[in-house]
Structure formats: C-alpha cells, structure tokens
C-alpha cells in the first residue's frame, strides 16, 4: 500500500444491539403512552364532556399519524446520511447510528448519528423536514405561505443532546479530558431552501457536505485510541435504568442483587441516618440477615424497645395513652430505601412528601457524601429519590 492509501479505507460501523435497543423501544413507548394518557386527561380538563368524548379520538390518532410521519421519512435521510459517514470518514472515525441512552430515569436522547473521532465526539440530529426554513440567533422559522412562522427548534433539541450526552458520559467513562469536546451538528436532507444567521452550532444541507466538515475537523489529540473505544464499548453495552427502583424492596431481608440487577436493601428512617458514623452508610444497609429470614438480635431488641408499652405514673414518667379520641395523629417517619441500579448508580428512594425526602437528602449530605438533585418518581406519587455521587 503506497502512502495516501489510507484515504480510502473507510469508518468503522456500529450500531446497538437490537436485545438492547428493543429495551430502549419499550421504555419510551411506556414514556410515549403516559405523555398521550396525560393529552387525553388535559383535553377533558379544557373541554367539556360533550366535546371531549369525539375530539379525543380525533387527537390520539393525530398524534399517532404525525410520530409515524416523522418516524418514516426521517429514516430515509439517516440512511442517507449513515452512507455519507461510512464512506467519507477516515478509518480512525467510528460511526454509531441511531444511539439511545436513558440518562436519568425517563430522560432518554436518541442522536441518528454519533461519530467518535480524535478531536472529540460530533452528535448529528438529522431533520427530514420539507419546506424553507430561517434561523436568526437560535430562533427558528418555517416559510408558510407568504408569512415565516415559529417551529420546534433543532437547535435547542441538539444541545439538550450534547448536555445529556457530557452528563451521561462523564458519569459511565473514566479518564475523559476536561474542557469541550462534543460538538452537535444539525443536518437538513428535505429543505427546499435554509439559511442560517448567528447560529450556536453548524448547519448542513446535504449529508457529503457534514461529511466533509466532519473529515476536517476529526483530526486531533483530545480523545485518545483507548478513550475513544471506551466511549464506543460503554455506548453499546448502555442499557435502560431498572424500573424496579419503583417497587418496594421486602424490608426484612437484607441487600442483595435481584436478577435485573438491581440492588435493594432494607427500609431505614431519617433517625437511623442520625445514627451512622460520618461519611459511611447506615447501620442499618450493612447489618445482615440469619438463617430463616430473621434479623440479627440487636435489630429485634431495638424493635421491642420501640414498642414497649407505655410506663405507669410515678416511675420514669407519666403515662401516655397510646390512643384517644383527642390525641393528635401520631406522625410516621419517612420510609428510606438504599439500592444500586444495573449501571452501578448509587441510589436512595424516600416514601412520603418533599420536606421529609429533602431532610434525608440533607442528612447524606451533612455526613460528607455528595447527594444529587431530588426527583419525584414520575409512576408512584409520594415517592422521591436522588442519587449518591
């Protein structure tokens, strides 16, 4: 081989595995059924009974025929585009088409293109969308009729890619280089006519123009050979985030790993927190079981002091009723469950409302562990999490 050969070979190829990506698909049309729930519900809130019952049928199907559009003629210009990158890239670029990652529980991208090159990871949102279209400063317009009027932004849906993308990476990969090295790219296969001012981010009009800007820009030292096939293996091993961190784990048995991965561990209270020594876990997340499912006798005397019944007068102190008509309710901590996910998250889960969710969340935080955001679980209410850094 001559030198300059080289040119020719083209990129490696790859896409999910198609287990895998079924996962994906049945998480979001899961997401895609609550989200058309949630439309039917708002439409009976807006309207009354009598035009409800025949507009939502109107609208469900709407919304079915404007996804499977958007699905159909998409794929055509992704697979143009796919052909584009294979041919045009050089070898030392990996192409991953149609990437999904579910970064947090129901937060999924799904980018048509990922190219993974050594001056750092281009995301490619590819729109088939026919027609004429204006971008000035990030704002996007569609030409209709005579006038320009205000579409959905590919600008804003890309950078809520790479965000994700940077979150998600930085989480599942180790030794990633600091600073900016994932670029988002838009590609038009369908417009009649695009022109761009001030844009945050490049826009193509033909898949062997992106090609080619790819090809340009891919040369660099920012990823190295052992990152770069670290970010392809952890993209393609991805999976969805265990639903089972939304079932109850059985509070009398001890942490232990179910066969989809996830890790459950015993219910605790905000005082077993208390309880803990600075910067480790509860107590109450490592003590375990004996034979027979029973909990070790420390555990159990605990629980006999904690239902003692009350004193009579004159010995420790007055006696209290444990029930009366007047009595004020008496007030149940929250339930805290500890758990990690199939990716290795460390994860807490409170039942109870968001004072209480937050107090536990301060109290990881106040023994020196790093607690992310709290979020409410989307499928059961009163129930919280965040994650453990």
Known sequence: MQEGDSVL?????????????????????????????????????????????AFKPIASAGYDLIRFRDNVVGSIGETKAA?????????ECIVVNDMVLEVDVDEFIQVDHVVIAPSGVFLVETKAWQGAFLCNKGTWRRKQGNSWVRCKSPTAQNRRHRDLFVRWARREI????????????????????????????????????LAWHIRKESAGTALTGGVRKRIVDSILS?????????????????????KTGLVSRPAVT???????????????????????????TRGRASE??????????????????????????????????????????????IRGNREEAEGVRKEYAARGLQPEELKADRREPGVWFFYVK
């Open 304 to 349: 006999k002091r904690a239902h003692r019944p009350p004193m009579a007068p004159g010995k420790q102190g007055p006696a209290r009723p444990l029930t009366t008509e007047t009595s004020a309710p008496v007030s149940h901590p929250p339930s805290v469950q500890e758990g990690k996910t199939r990716q290795g998250r460390h994860y807490v889960r």
């Open 9 to 53: 070979m083209p990129a490696q190829v790859f896409t999910q595995d198609a287990k895998i990506k079924e996962l994906f698909r049945k998480a979001i049309q899961a997401k895609v059924e609550s989200t058309r729930a949630q439309m039917m519900d708002n439409i009976d809130e807006a309207l009354p009974s009598w035009v409800s019952w």
């Open 238 to 258: 991805a999976k969805p985030i265990d639903r089972s961190l939304n079932t109850e784990a059985a509070p009398q048995k001890d942490a232990a790993v179910s």
């Open 174 to 209: 180790a030794d990633l280089p600091a600073g900016d090295w994932v670029y988002p790219l838009i590609l038009f296969t369908a417009a009649s006519w695009l022109k761009v001012n001030n844009g945050e981010m490049p826009v193509f009009d033909s898949c062997p123009s």
């Open 270 to 296: 905000p005082e077993t927190l208390r309880g803990s020594r600075q910067g480790t876990l509860p107590k109450a997340f490592k003590e375990p079981t004996v034979a027979g499912g029973r909990t070790p």
């Open 83 to 91: 052909a584009a990158l294979r041919l045009i890239l050089p070898s």
